[in-house]
């Protein structure tokens, strides 16, 4: 509105979205406005959704790198039964989320974060599998909701940028770089 660098107004359409509460009453569902939004400076494609009824703030999806998000299920080490966002790659599931840009990945010191595998699972239900990496995936998860929601800042470079989160096996203790940070487990846990 007002910028003059602006070529033309998005589209809304109307949506039923679900509020991605953990149960699926009629409660958790609301009428919203979906806008798909790209802009140049600084960069970002994204979905955004608007109430229809009081015109708040819903919820955004970064559209650039489209990947299949769906919700899984993990016990972690400390909060015990938790949800998290996570990638159906078809045949696995795998620690990246896409809304967020946050890819968990483990190494034992051997590849570095591009070279290292996906860590991935057979179905949504991770229960205790991979506990220390679920629960490091979710916790990232919640930092960024965090800085988001409180301080409105979106990646550690407030404009979405990747999380590389590797947990690294056979480092004794946590290294982190500008890019990255790496945990390695605590012997006593």
Not at 21 to 36: G, K
Not at 92 to 118: M, Q, S, W, Y
Request: aromatic share 14%.
């Amino acid at each position: 509105m007002g910028d003059f660098k602006a070529t033309h107004y998005p589209k809304g359409n109307l949506e039923i979205v679900y509020l991605e509460e953990l149960n699926m009453s009629a409660i958790n569902y609301r009428l919203a406005w979906y806008f798909e939004i790209t802009s140049i400076d600084p960069y970002q494609h994204v979905g955004i959704w608007i109430d229809a009824k009081n015109g708040e703030f819903i919820r955004e999806q970064n559209l650039d790198d489209y990947c299949n998000m769906v919700r899984g299920s993990f016990i972690s080490r400390f909060n015990g039964y938790q949800l998290f966002d996570i990638k159906n790659r078809g045949n696995d599931f795998t620690l990246e989320d896409c809304d967020r840009n946050i890819v968990t990945k483990e190494d034992f010191g051997l590849f570095g974060f591009d070279l290292a595998p996906h860590v991935s699972n057979g179905t949504v239900n991770w229960g205790t599998n991979q506990r220390d990496l679920t629960s490091t995936h979710w916790a990232t998860q919640q930092a960024w909701d965090y800085f988001s929601n409180v301080h409105g800042r979106q990646g550690p470079d407030g404009n979405y940028k990747k999380v590389k989160m590797i947990f690294d096996a056979g480092i004794p203790g946590s290294v982190k770089s500008n890019d990255k940070i790496s945990i390695a487990p605590n012997e006593n846990s």
